[in-house]
Structure formats: C-alpha cells, structure tokens
C-alpha cells in the first residue's frame, strides 16, 4: 500500500511539473502513403502503417520543439528484373523503421500547429529477399526532412505530414537513388 501511494504521489509530481513546463505526451498512430522512387521500384504510393509517441515541449507560447519515436513501414513492389544487380522483379517489399524525427512546432493558433524537421530512420528488417544473392539491398539508416500540420481539439490531436528522404536507401554499387516519400496522415491523444 506503500509503494502505491508513494507511486500516486509521484505520478501527480511528475503532472504538475509537465503542465508548468507546457510539457505533452502524445501517443499516435496512423497511416503512411509511400514509395520509393528509382527505376527498380513501382511508381505508385502504397498504404502501411505507422504508430509510437511524441513529446509537445512548448518554449513559448509560438515555438515548442517535438521529439517523437514512430514504428514507420514502407511498402513497396519491384518491377525491373536485374536493374540493380539481379533486383528480382515482382517482389514485394516490407520494411519497417524506427524513425526519430526531431520537429520544430510552430504554434499559428490554440487549435493549429505546423511541424517541420528532420527525422533518422534505423532500418529494423533487411529485405534479403529482394536480391538474387540475398544481399543486402537498403542501408541500415535513412535521413528525410519532414513538413506538416496538426490540429489540436482538446487532447485530440489530427495530423498530415509529407517526409521527402534526402539520402539513398540503397546499399548497391549502382548509381540509382532508392530514395523514400511518404505522405503521413493520423490521429493521437495527449495522454498528459
């Protein structure tokens, strides 16, 4: 019984320091609109998902800064056999992130807010199987630049962000780029 009010106690500490530093934990989720552009890959965005946190931190009352931590999936099908060192055609490929993106909040109004930064993406699957060699085919990390606008309603938080990758995910010898946009759309809750 102890240890429950002295974690009751904490947990109110912890609510009232984070409401005077203007301090919010969001959890989010939603869906990525995505593909990947080179000669290797289908040209048409495909739907996936992506979930985690981010934390609203607000310097003032019209500049803040949002770290977050994102699960990001990327989906994608081949079509051209043997472009880039035996690229299998007609594969489909998964990968999944853990994507950090580190976003300036720029707050218009109490109800609309525009995010823009730049997010590292750590690849947490290797695709092996795109390869006839069963090679790896995509770098380990990703770096992309990410713009958006969320509305605020209450603890609803509503957002759409574009993320343009600014360096190759492919780790071949080629000269093609295998570089990621995503379109972004989702919801979340400010849990505090």
């Avoid at 984070?18 to 965005?45: C, P, R």
């Avoid at 109800?111 to 590292?120: A, D």
């Avoid at 600014?166 to 295998?178: E, R």
Wanted: glycine residues 10%; hydrophobic residues 45%.
């Amino acid at each position: 019984m102890k240890k429950f009010f002295t974690l009751l106690a904490l947990f109110f500490l912890f609510a009232n320091i984070t409401e005077a530093q203007k301090v919010a934990l969001v959890a989010k989720g939603g869906v990525n609109l995505a593909k990947i552009s080179g000669i290797d890959f289908n040209d048409s965005y495909n739907a996936s998902l992506h979930a985690g946190g981010s934390v609203e931190i607000n310097l003032s009352k019209t500049f803040g800064i949002q770290p977050e931590v994102l699960f990001n999936q990327v989906k994608t099908t081949t079509v051209n056999a043997g472009g880039s060192l035996g690229v299998l055609a007609n594969q489909d490929v998964q990968l999944n992130y853990l994507s950090i993106p580190l976003l300036l909040r720029v707050n218009v109004s109490k109800f609309l807010t525009l995010n823009v930064g730049p997010e590292y993406s750590i690849l947490i699957n290797q695709g092996n199987t795109l390869l006839t060699n069963g090679a790896n085919a995509f770098k380990d990390g990703n770096f992309a630049m990410v713009g958006g606008v969320q509305l605020n309603i209450n603890a609803l938080r509503v957002y759409g962000r574009y993320n343009i990758g600014l360096s190759s995910m492919q780790d071949l010898t080629t000269k093609d780029n295998w570089k990621c946009q995503t379109i972004q759309l989702g919801v979340g809750f400010k849990l505090f």
